[in-house]
């Protein structure tokens, strides 16, 4: 059996420091509040900080006791999960459109719909909330369904977008002379083609609403509250309770990270299709 | 007896008028090429026919029904793609049991229609592969193959050749003009390939700027052709056009007068009516085709001579013509009868 012989040279010992420094550099936050998620408030605060302790599991007993846990991370499911379902919903007709039967606007319809993006997020804040509390949806997990929908609805549309044109319009052709009628032409044909685009753009759109703090905390803090809201919670005017917010948000984030871990090869396509072909 | 009927179609993008008024007339059974430059709108009416464009103004009728604006999944047509636009994440069987699976037929008979099409078309061992498993041929037999499954009404063809070399276009085209006279299916074709034209066709439509020039047999058109502009389309090399001073006993009104390269001879000097200088000789081994530039205006011909030459680049030569076959243009183009 032979060996293949690596080449360490200086050049590639050097840029694999710089990588693996980086990425430990970029990963440092998640390392120590992981850490630090399993200290007392004491060691959590202490200067230095300490690197060997003895792991408590208090923190999290703490957490789940003063706020409902299960409570913020099915709120935090319900919404995610039903705007991003609703979100394709809505995205997916609206990509096919444009990306087969462009019209002169398109272009300019999908950079406004970019453009959205752009306002900061408090610009808004105002009308809409004066209108949740008009329709009576304050604090309701449909306020934030709504919200989350709207605000990924622009990045669902445009990536859907660019997957459908990747696919080829004769393909779409072929089984409309064959017979199809659109439904049928969606399900067997653009769905078993587009689906990895489907899954990446639901993925990802998932993974923001999940993150999304800014609305969840403004229109829904105490009984649609998300996990986003039950961490900030633990950043109180009383005092930070380091230990406690750590053990907060790594709960919060836990979820997310897991379905991420598995599905980081969707994701990254996703990101990266039609810019790498 | 009229199949397919296209009454005075029109076809606009925004202010480009890219089909003017088309009026056409197809029987049951008929072999039609569609031919022309590039950019002349024959795709475009051809994928009006199919409903995959949308029909401005005019009319289409198709077994006695008007269909101008049903949507392509009802008209009952098939289409075989330039790209083959197969559906690669089925099967070959798939692919080609697909519009019979979805009108629910039974699978007894589908099983049984895909296999005599596979048969036929020799794609049998291929049926559990995916087409990014074929070569380019065999793609192509699959997309023709899933038309034919179906029994449509009308089958066209958008330029199905121009993906395969040289060798596979011309084995192909042998296998879809057999295919035709086996299925005798109604169909259209469109090619900017003018040997294709000929050898396929029962009838050529020839078309340039989104206007119908002329609809013959190909013989029709090669011999009679209605204008210039057919006259030098088909036929290679191009119909001669040279100016009518050369000529004599023509028409009054002939501006112009075109010869095939065929109906020139090369002659003993001064012999001939029209004198120039050889420019090129090539040699083709069956023909060979003599380039000569004429003496004083400095056109140009070709001849076309199934023998072999006994003269030299640079020989003055001079040439007769077939006067029986000469094509008399007016100053419009058309050609005087």
């Known amino acids: 059996m032979s060996t293949k012989k690596s080449k360490w040279t200086p050049a590639l010992i050097a840029r694999t420091a710089a990588a693996w420094g980086i990425a430990l550099l970029l990963f440092f936050p998640l390392i120590f509040m992981g850490f630090t998620a399993f200290k007392t408030e004491l060691q959590a605060i202490a200067v230095p900080s300490l690197w060997a302790f003895e792991p408590t599991l208090e923190n999290f007993h703490v957490v789940n006791e003063r706020s409902d846990y299960v409570q913020f991370a099915w709120n935090s499911v319900v919404t995610s999960v039903v705007s991003t379902v609703l979100g394709l919903l809505i995205a997916a007709p609206a990509a096919y459109s444009m990306a087969f039967s462009p019209t002169k606007g398109t272009n300019g319809l999908l950079l406004w719909m970019l453009s959205t993006k752009f306002m900061p997020a408090v610009g808004a804040l105002l009308p809409i909330y004066v209108i949740f509390q008009q329709l009576g949806l304050l604090d309701t997990k449909t306020a934030l369904v709504i919200i989350f929908t709207m605000m990924n609805l622009p990045i669902m549309v445009w990536m859907l977008y660019t997957y459908f044109k990747d696919i080829p319009h004769e393909i779409l052709e072929a089984a409309r002379m064959d017979g199809a009628s659109v439904w049928q032409e969606f399900r067997h044909v653009l769905l078993p083609l587009g689906i990895g685009g489907l899954a990446s753009t639901g993925l990802l759109c998932l993974v923001l609403a999940w993150n999304e703090a800014f609305w969840a905390l403004n229109l829904g803090a105490a009984d649609a509250g998300t996990l986003a809201t039950m961490m900030v919670s633990y950043s109180s005017p009383e005092g930070l309770f380091w230990a406690k917010l750590s053990a907060a948000s790594l709960m919060a984030i836990a979820p997310i990270v897991v379905i991420g871990w598995f599905s980081q090869k969707q994701l990254v396509q996703g990101l990266t299709f039609g810019a790498v072909k | ?337």
């Not at chain 2, 078309?121 to 899933?146: C, D, F, H, M, W």
């Not at chain 2, 001879?265 to 029209?274: F, T, W």
């Open chain 2, 1 to 337: 007896m009229s199949y397919l009927e296209l009454k005075n179609v029109d076809k606009y993008y925004g202010d480009v008028h890219a089909i003017k008024g088309v009026n056409l007339t197809i029987n049951k059974g008929e072999f039609i090429v569609f031919v022309g430059p590039s950019g002349c709108g024959k795709s475009t009416l051809l994928r009006m026919i199919a409903g995959l464009e949308e029909i401005n103004d005019g009319d289409l009728v198709l077994d006695g029904n008007e269909i101008t604006h049903q949507a392509p999944s009802k008209r009952d047509l098939a289409m075989v793609f330039q790209s083959y636009a197969l559906y690669p994440h089925m099967t070959v069987e798939e692919n080609m049991s697909f519009a019979l699976r979805i009108k629910g037929e039974e699978q007894s008979i589908i099983d049984q229609k895909v296999a005599k099409a596979a048969e036929t078309l020799n794609l049998t061992p291929y049926l559990k592969r995916t087409p990014k498993e074929l070569s380019g041929g065999q793609r192509q037999r699959v997309a023709i193959g899933r038309a034919i499954v179906r029994s449509p009404k009308v089958f066209l063809f958008d330029e199905p050749l121009s993906n395969l070399d040289a060798a596979l276009r011309g084995q192909t085209r042998v296998e879809i003009a057999e295919l035709h006279r086996d299925l005798n299916a109604t169909s259209i074709y469109v090619t900017h390939d003018q040997v294709e034209a000929m050898t396929l066709a029962d009838r050529v439509v020839v078309l340039q700027g989104g206007v119908i020039e002329q609809v013959g047999t190909p013989m029709e058109l090669y011999e009679a052709p209605a204008n210039k502009f057919v006259a030098q389309f088909i036929g290679q090399p191009q119909m001669n056009l040279l100016s009518a001073s050369y000529f004599s006993g023509i028409s009054a009104d002939a501006v112009d007068v075109g010869v095939r390269p065929e109906h020139f001879s090369i002659v003993d000097a001064g012999q001939g009516a029209i004198s120039g200088q050889v420019e090129l000789i090539e040699a083709l081994g069956n023909e060979t085709l003599i380039h000569v530039c004429l003496e004083g205006s400095g056109e140009k011909l070709i001849v076309r001579q199934y023998e072999q030459p006994s003269i030299k680049v640079r020989d003055s030569v001079s040439i007769n013509y077939d006067a029986s076959h000469l094509h008399q243009f007016d100053a419009k183009g058309e050609a005087i009868r």
